[in-house]
């Protein structure tokens, strides 16, 4: 019996460390920024973005007083939202897009409270997030109510145990016509657990993918707009949010 016990815990053991291996090696297979966003936003080059070790920072050269810190979508390495926090910073606000651990926002919720923590300044901050990092933004957002000033979904929204329809707090759900991967009928679904005053954008022949400059995904659908067109109506359409919110 002893040696059944020994033999089985060595198996799964070894199922464990290989299923960890897998995952390690799955998640490194990410999603980087596309030549065309890399020679637009020189970042190394830029004084006003910081390159810390977990966090990507864009200064504005005004503040308005206003945070956003966006949560990456699976497996999307942080630069690839370059053009978003470049031109929101333009806008006066400071943009933080956190690294997170294994490319997945579910192991870094956190984050945000961190962010909040080591800015000097006051700010009021929002959290945001594309597809997965959005449901991870709110689940921040769900338990720091007091704290967060509005929640921004791009192509994402809550689940279930994140139920935000008796809340107060603020929301923008922006989501795209050709989206393969969050649909119209997601959004629609969504709609139950958001507050009645959420505010809904569709961007009309985006995808899933425009949401930031980093190419294809799998099981996306064709955009009939550029990604560039795709990512100023996104800015447009936080800035008009934010500024009133």
């Known amino acids: 019996m002893k040696k059944i016990l020994k033999w089985t815990a060595i ?3 070894a199922v464990v460390l290989i299923g960890g291996i897998g995952f390690y090696f799955w998640s490194e297979q990410t999603y980087s920024a596309t030549e065309e966003l890399i020679k637009t ?12 070790k977990d966090w990507l920072i864009f200064n504005p050269e005004k503040s308005n007083s206003k945070g ?4 990456p979508g699976a497996k999307v390495e942080v630069e690839a939202y370059g053009y978003l926090g470049k031109s ?3 806008k006066g606000y400071t943009v933080v897009i956190p690294r997170m651990p294994f490319h997945i926002a579910f192991f870094g919720i956190g984050e945000s409270e961190k962010i909040i923590n080591s800015f000097d300044e006051e700010l009021d901050w929002y959290v945001s997030g594309h597809s997965l990092g959005g449901v991870a933004a709110a689940k921040y957002a769900y338990d720091h109510q007091d704290e ?3 929640v921004i ?6 689940t279930n145990s994140t139920d935000f329809s008796e809340s107060d707090v603020p929301f923008l759900s922006i989501f795209a016509e050709n989206d393969g991967l969050t649909t119209k009928d997601d959004i629609e679904e969504s709609k ?6 959420t505010v809904f954008h569709q961007i009309e022949g985006g995808n899933h993918a425009g949401f930031g400059m980093y190419g294809k995904q799998k099981g996306d659908l064709e955009a009939n707009i550029s990604p560039r ?3 100023d109506e996104i800015i447009r359409t936080m800035n008009a949010w934010l500024m009133k919110n």
């Not at 979904?153 to 809550?158: D, H, K, T, V």
């Not at 139950?192 to 005053?197: A, G, N, V």
């Open 11 to 13: 198996v799964l053991l």
């Open 41 to 52: 936003i020189k970042i190394e080059e830029d004084p006003l973005i910081e390159e810390k």
């Open 68 to 71: 956003l810190i966006l949560y």
């Open 88 to 90: 929101l910073s333009e």
């Open 148 to 150: 967060i000033k509005g």
């Open 153 to 158: 979904f791009l192509a994402s929204y809550p």
């Open 192 to 197: 139950k657990i958001l507050p009645h005053s």
């Open 229 to 231: 067109d795709q990512q």
